[in-house]
């Protein structure tokens, strides 16, 4: 049985994901310590930098784009040693590297989707890798548990 606030913290993830413009994929990210919340991030271009990801092609897309996690890291503006991530999607190998050197000890995310693994599984088992070898504990959110939560 998942904590409420780990129900919390994910609701939170997922309507940080909400404000993301990406017509495509929509990620959210909360980072916290201690129950409370120490910064969200969500993915989309850079502040200031023309939104046109419905017009950008998928390659341009991809390069102007920050993610959800480099968002919250950023955002953070302190120090992030020992505190945990919560994440719509599992991350990326080049988050997982940031998440790491931050100093974050924890990553939970619901458990993936069979169309979400048949696309990214290789790059999820480069991250699941890294994280185990810095010791970043990887917490799956049993998505049934997930949405029975009031």
Request: hydrophobic content about 40%.
């Amino acid at each position: 049985m998942i904590s409420k606030w780990a129900i919390r913290f994910n609701q939170m993830a997922e309507l940080v994901a909400s404000w993301s413009k990406d017509p495509s994929t929509q990620v959210g990210a909360v980072i916290t310590k201690h129950n409370r919340i120490v910064s969200v991030g969500f993915n989309g271009y850079p502040h200031g930098i023309s939104d046109s990801a419905e017009t950008d092609d998928r390659d341009m897309k991809y390069l102007k784009t920050l993610h959800a996690e480099e968002n919250a890291i950023l955002f953070a503006k302190r120090d992030l040693d020992d505190c945990e991530i919560w994440v719509t999607h599992f991350p990326c190998p080049n988050c997982a590297a940031k998440i790491i050197q931050t100093g974050i000890t924890a990553v939970h995310c619901p458990e993936q989707s069979e169309d979400f693994l048949s696309r990214w599984g290789e790059k999820i088992k480069v991250s699941q890798d890294m994280f185990e070898q810095a010791n970043v504990e990887v917490d799956w959110l049993p998505v049934d548990e997930l949405q029975e939560a009031p």
